[in-house]
């Protein structure tokens, strides 16, 4: 285990060395292409940015309305049913818009639960089996233009349930 967390601390440097030394080798003027692709990824934010703004500003209205505390009392039986805890009920639906969202309703229920609760522990292990998906889907689908997405959807609400799923499961496991 030791040699894995030395070999880590040197990972990311010696593959940026590589890559210089290769492009040199190579011929490559390695500090201009490094400069052409800064400005590449430059265009690509302010492109993303108005997107991004957009779902920041109504994942806010939603959660300072009382919709998601409402969406989640109205979802709280069939939770309940499947033995999901209604108080990550509006966890589940944010973190499919804004991961910064999500983040921040984590640090609430860390707050109030604790982060080595049963309820602590079972948000950090759905944050990491989640993605979220319209976001991702807006953003990057709209960078590559990318118009038809056939089961993107489908596929990624139901993954985000099996990662779900997963998390409940691998908690009851963790904490027996």
């Known amino acids: ?11 990311i440097p010696v593959v940026i060395l590589y890559l210089i030394v290769f492009g040199i080798l190579m011929k490559v003027p390695v500090y201009d292409e490094f400069v052409k692709g800064a400005k590449e990824g430059f265009r690509v934010v302010l492109g993303i940015l108005p997107t991004l703004v957009g779902l920041m500003a109504g994942i806010g209205m939603l959660r300072a309305s009382g919709f998601l505390d409402w969406i989640a009392g109205l979802l709280a039986p069939a939770a ?3 033995h999901f805890p209604a108080q990550l009920v509006p966890l589940a639906i944010v973190r499919m818009f804004s991961s910064s969202a999500a983040t921040s ?3 609430d229920i860390f707050k109030e ?6 309820l602590g522990t079972l948000t ?3 944050m990491s089996c989640t993605e979220t998906i319209f976001y991702t889907m807006s953003v990057y689908f709209m960078t590559a233009k990318v118009t038809k997405t056939r089961y993107t959807l489908s596929g990624a609400l139901f993954a985000t349930l099996i990662g779900i799923a997963a998390s409940t499961i691998l908690t009851g496991m963790l904490l027996q």
Not at 1 to 11: A, G, H, K, R, V
């Open 1 to 11: 285990m030791n040699i894995l967390l030395y070999l880590s601390d040197y990972m």
């Open 124 to 126: 950090s292990i759905m």
């Open 105 to 107: 309703l984590v640090l």
């Open 80 to 82: 309940e049913l499947v």
């Open 113 to 118: 639960y604790g982060p080595d609760s049963y």
